[in-house]
T-cell receptor, first 113, second 113 residues
Framework: KAGVTQTPRYLIKTRGQQVTLSCSPI?????VSWYQQTPGQGLQFLFE???????NKGNFPGRFSGRQFSNSRSEMNVSTLELGDSALYLC????????????FGPGTRLLVL | QKEVEQDPGPLSVPEGAIVSLNCTYS??????FMWYRQYSRKGPELLMY????GNKEDGRFTAQVDKSSKYISLFIRDSQPSDSATYLC?????????????FGKGTKLTVNP
């Protein structure tokens, strides 16, 4: 079974730009969660989508948004990028629920200049 | 006070040593407790998952949960250089009908041959 894939793997943007990251979950998994990982804050939950609906949301500003498609693939968008948005963005998929075994992708490393 | 506290280390041990990794938490509503391992340039992978106080063993790994003290531990016996990674604790609770997942910041472990 193919694992979680994320594209692109690396990205460099400038302040004020916007970015869209993509995640393809494991086949059959309907829950997709997004996380931001930085050395200072660690791994922080952004949001979770299940069957095309946002089911959970972390404490991030509205500049961070996402969506999920009918094939469970998910995208995350960050608008008006700030320097502090530089991080590793991880996507994880599971069959149904957050507390079930989540399988993480390799992440997208975003650098904002 | 952060909901989940984890000593960031770094922790360096010789091969064959017993490793103890710990997390404390403040929210008594946490129900499920997990340990993830993250190798460099990879996403986290689930190692252990438990929901009750006590010990759970899986090969060289033992997860311990003490809900009365709000304390969880991961023990690694006969540590190997391949165990060198960052270990993250994570825990979940339900609030307002939705699940919340909180990670510790991770402890970086190096096992020296």
């Amino acid at each position: 079974k193919a694992g979680v894939t994320q594209t692109p793997r690396y990205l460099i943007k400038t302040r004020g730009q916007q970015v869209t990251l993509s995640c393809s979950p494991i086949s059959g998994h309907r829950s997709v969660s997004w996380y931001q990982q930085t050395p200072g804050q660690g791994l922080q939950f952004l949001f979770e989508y299940f069957s095309e609906t946002q089911r959970n949301k972390g404490n991030f500003p509205g500049r961070f948004s996402g969506r999920q498609f009918s094939n469970s693939r998910s995208e995350m968008n960050v608008s008006t990028l700030e320097l502090g948005d530089s991080a590793l963005y991880l996507c994880a998929s599971s069959f149904r629920a957050v507390q079930e075994t989540q399988y993480f992708g390799p992440g997208t490393r975003l650098l904002v200049l | 006070q952060k909901e989940v506290e984890q000593d960031p280390g770094p922790l360096s041990v010789p091969e064959g040593a017993i490793v103890s990794l710990n997390c404390t938490y403040s929210n008594s509503a946490f129900q499920y407790f997990m340990w993830y391992r993250q190798y460099s340039r990879k996403g986290p992978e689930l190692l252990m998952y438990t929901y009750s106080s006590g010990n759970k063993e899986d090969g060289r790994f033992t997860a311990q949960v003490d809900k009365s003290s709000k304390y969880i531990s991961l023990f690694i016996r006969d540590s190997q250089p391949s165990d060198s990674a960052t270990y993250l604790c994570a825990m979940t609770y339900t609030q307002g009908g939705s699940e919340k997942l909180v990670f510790g910041k991770g402890t970086k472990l190096t096992v020296n041959p």
